[in-house]
């Protein structure tokens, strides 16, 4: 399915075909609920933030006017629901150094590429839920869903030179955050 | 420098490669058309209205319970104050009128009590 069936189904919604909008739903959920996820970092509060935003953009679909696509649409508004609610309830999180700029002599592909998928993504998820909110869901929306830079710009808000530098600054934070759960890995085994 | 930031970029798309996004919980896009359907229902059908129904089958019954209290003269009437005043102002308001016109005024009267009802529930669903 690409983006033309995605403007047919919108236009079956807004000639009111309740219905055409569950493949809407189906479509974009995962990708929806990873955003809440990757900036919420609760299961359930994403779960509900995604619901949410699938309400919202059913009763503002006659203010979609295909400018964009549907999916950078509907990310954004789960992008905003989720800031909204994670400014509302901020845990206390810790920061992690700006400054990361050495890149790491030993060999971090080597030891990713020798684990099975599972455990690869069981640490990318670990290292990526200890980024910040916005360079979590940069991370995953420019590799995971193959976004270009400008759709990232539209869905977050940033400018596209914005989204370069933070996609930049967040692979350092990723990469540096794989090496100290690799290592501390590493010592529970020893 | 540009070699690093190639192979940082080369192991991203492999290890992202190897990872979907989160699945939903089971039963996510169910409450999401539940939701819409439910909302629509407030929003565009309130002849599903609960409270709709629940006023106007009250209007009718009592409706019918004057009707059938000016027909006739039952005891109910001494033992129901409300009802006793409400059957007796329609019958002295009914044998004024003709047949034709009694059709009218029932009709007219039907027609009122649609009409707040209609319009209270739309003024609650929309809330």
């Known amino acids: 399915m690409n983006t033309c069936d995605d403007i047919y189904y919108v236009e079956q919604v807004k000639k009111g075909n309740t219905a055409a909008y569950e493949v809407l739903v189906n479509?974009?959920?995962d990708l929806a609920y990873t955003i809440a996820l990757r900036i919420l970092k609760s299961k359930e509060d994403a779960e509900e933030i995604a619901q949410d935003a699938f309400v919202n953009a059913f009763t503002k679909i006659d203010t979609f006017n295909g400018e964009s696509k549907f999916s950078t649409w509907l990310y954004r508004i789960t992008f905003n629901a989720a800031i909204s609610r994670s400014r509302k309830f901020k845990p206390d999180t810790m920061t992690i150094n700006e400054e990361i700029t050495?890149?790491?002599e030993s060999g971090l592909d080597n030891q990713l590429h020798k684990m099975s998928a599972d455990d690869q993504k069981k640490y990318l998820g670990i290292a990526l839920e200890k980024l910040d909110e916005t360079d979590s869901l940069i991370l995953t929306l420019y590799y995971l869903n193959q976004e270009k830079t400008e759709e990232i710009g539209h869905i977050t808000g940033l400018s596209?030179?914005?989204?370069k530098v933070k996609l930049h600054r967040a692979r350092k934070?990723?990469?540096?955050?794989?090496q100290l759960l690799l290592k501390s890995e590493l010592k529970t085994l020893i | 420098m540009k070699e690093d930031k190639n192979k940082e970029k080369d192991l991203f798309e492999d290890?992202?490669?190897n990872t979907t996004a989160e699945s939903t919980p089971a039963g996510f896009t169910e409450n999401v058309m539940k939701e819409i359907n439910g909302s629509e229902e407030m929003e565009y059908n309130p002849i599903m209205n609960q409270r709709k129904w629940g006023i106007a089958a009250s209007v009718f019954i009592l409706i019918g319970l004057s009707g059938w209290l000016t027909q006739s003269q039952s005891s109910m009437e001494e033992t129901i104050p409300f009802l006793e005043s409400l059957a007796s102002s329609t019958k002295s308001l009914m044998s004024n009128l003709s047949g034709e016109s009694l059709k009218y005024f029932l009709f007219g009267f039907i027609?009122?009590?649609l009409y707040f009802i209609m319009d209270k529930t739309l003024i609650v669903s929309r809330r």
Request: hydrophobic share 30%; proline share 5%.
């Open chain 1, 160 to 163: 596209k030179s914005n989204v």
């Open chain 2, 111 to 113: 027609g009122i009590s």
């Open chain 1, 27 to 29: 479509k974009y959920k």
């Open chain 1, 173 to 178: 934070k990723l990469y540096h955050e794989l």
């Open chain 1, 102 to 104: 050495e890149l790491p």
């Open chain 2, 15 to 17: 290890l992202f490669r």
